[in-house]
């Protein structure tokens, strides 16, 4: 399936929404909608454009999968109540951890841990008990860019790889920013009227800190991870760098506490600054910045014990490890 890109500098941002409303308008015609909000630019420009062109016929579920940062639920549905649109979270945590036990391959994780419990389980559900017939979904171009050169499988991406929503879940997806990639999206999110804390948030895999978990996601692991990026995000915040992030590596490593040995966890960040995601380099940040940051990471998170900083560039590294 061809698409066909919208760079940054081609875009005109008015004309846009004015034709994704209508497009949506379009598709729905007067039935209903439903689409999934994740707090990131993409699912929130999605949100609005989908209710700028069906208001309330578009209902909103923040899908609280268990893997998602610290207070995301809640904070992501105050922001838009504040918008007006009403966001109803809906707990799935239970069926995204079942999914996932066992699996250590990255692609199974996103595959069988994540894509199929949010689309042939929680959002058939919730598509099945509204009556609608349309899934909204914030897809990008860098997503089925990389999902078709087999980089990494994006769980969001179905009929550039010859997927048919329709037949395999049973309800229509549109994607109305599919040919833009981050930068664009942003633009579109500012023509919006959408706030900074959203038009500028730093991007979040779909499959949230599953993506940054080495070997089996477990709750007790996510727990260390989602710490450890709490603590990353606070600190790395005021560096104008693209993304930011802690991974949990799956081996124990050796540590000293106390004058005796202390078998703990790695964890290891990573920033970085890019343009667009394509390509990216990782951020010059001070060292006494990261030792400040590793300081916090092993006297705040408990079992961790060496925290590492991600020196290779994209590519052949990724911006994400999983």
């Known amino acids: ?22 497009a949506i308008r379009n598709l729905v015609g007067d039935g209903k909608a439903v689409n999934a909000l994740s707090g990131g630019v993409d699912s929130a420009v999605v949100t609005m454009l989908g209710h700028l062109a069906i208001g309330d016929r578009l209902k909103t579920y923040f899908i609280d999968n268990g893997i998602m940062r610290e207070g995301e ?51 058939a559900g ?19 860019e990389e999902t078709a050169a087999g980089v990494k499988r994006q769980h969001n991406v179905f009929e550039q790889i010859g997927i048919d929503p329709v037949e395999a879940f049973g309800y229509r997806v549109a994607e109305p920013i599919l040919p833009l990639r981050k930068p664009a999206v942003r633009a579109v999110a500012r023509a919006l009227g959408l706030p900074k804390e959203i038009s500028e948030r730093p991007p979040f ?7 940054r978990v080495i070997g089996e996601v477990t709750p007790e692991r996510i727990a260390i991870v989602r710490r450890a990026t709490k603590i990353v ?49 990782p951020t010059d940040v001070p060292f006494a910045r990261l030792r400040a940051l590793a300081d916090r990471i092993v006297a705040e998170v408990p079992g961790v014990v060496s925290v590492t900083y991600n020196i290779a560039s994209k590519p052949p590294s990724c911006i994400e490890a999983v």
């Open 233 to 281: 995000e606070e600190e790395l915040a005021g560096t104008g760098a693209f993304q930011y992030l802690a991974i949990l590596h799956e081996d124990m490593v050796t540590g000293v506490r106390g004058g005796k040995r202390d078998f703990g966890r790695q964890i290891e960040v990573r920033c970085w600054d890019s343009a667009d995601a394509v390509t990216a380099t």
């Open 1 to 22: 399936m061809h698409i066909a890109e919208i760079p940054l500098a081609s875009l005109n941002t008015e004309a846009f929404i004015a034709e994704q409303t209508k």
């Open 126 to 144: 919730i598509v099945r008990a509204s009556g609608a017939k349309v899934l909204l979904q914030g897809t990008n171009y860098t997503d089925v």
């Open 205 to 211: 895999p779909g499959p949230a800190l599953a993506a």
């Open 73 to 123: 639920p809640q904070q992501i549905a105050g922001w838009f109540a504040k918008l007006g649109v009403k966001v109803e979270i809906l707990d799935a945590s239970g069926k995204f951890f079942a999914a996932l036990k066992g699996i250590t391959d990255p692609e199974e994780k996103r595959e069988k841990g994540i894509t199929h419990v949010f689309y042939k389980d929680v959002f």
